[in-house]
Nanobody, 120 residues
Framework: QVQLVEAGGGLVQAGGSLRLSCAAS????????MGWFRQAPGMEREFVAR????????YYADSVKGRFTISRDNAKNTVYLQMNSLKPEDTAAYYC?????????????WGQGTQVTVSS
């Protein structure tokens, strides 16, 4: 099994920045892809960004492209989400996810989430 623990959420004013981190433990060798999702109250969970564990291949949702950057530190088994130029509509619980396959849309592991609140 793989355990994912997010950190770094908080309250920030619009235009500000936050950096989320997601530390993986357990059978981390089984991870091929890591991603970030978010869920606002009353809304469905939506994809934010993903990165392949062994390459620099990244992909972003259009809503965050140019503002958010996903990166990884394999030595620390940690993935980051740098969020700049934050908007009130970015307010949500942010979840880290991991997948055993480098391809597809299935995600096998999930963190518990960290809250991000952007005030106007």
């Amino acid at each position: 099994q793989v355990q994912l623990v997010e950190a770094g959420g908080g309250l920030v004013q619009a235009g500000g920045s936050l950096r989320l981190s997601c530390a993986a433990s357990g059978r981390t060798f089984s991870i091929s892809r890591m991603g970030w999702f978010r869920q606002a109250p009353g809304m469905e969970r939506e994809f934010v960004a993903r990165i392949n564990w062994n390459s620099d291949n990244t992909y972003y949702a259009d809503s965050v492209k140019g503002r958010f950057t996903i990166s990884r530190d394999n030595a620390k088994n940690t993935v980051y989400l740098q969020m700049n130029s934050l908007k009130p509509e970015d307010t949500a619980a942010y979840y880290c996810a991991g997948a055993g396959s480098p391809f597809g849309t299935r995600w096998d592991y999930w963190g518990q989430g960290t809250q991000v609140t952007v005030s106007s």
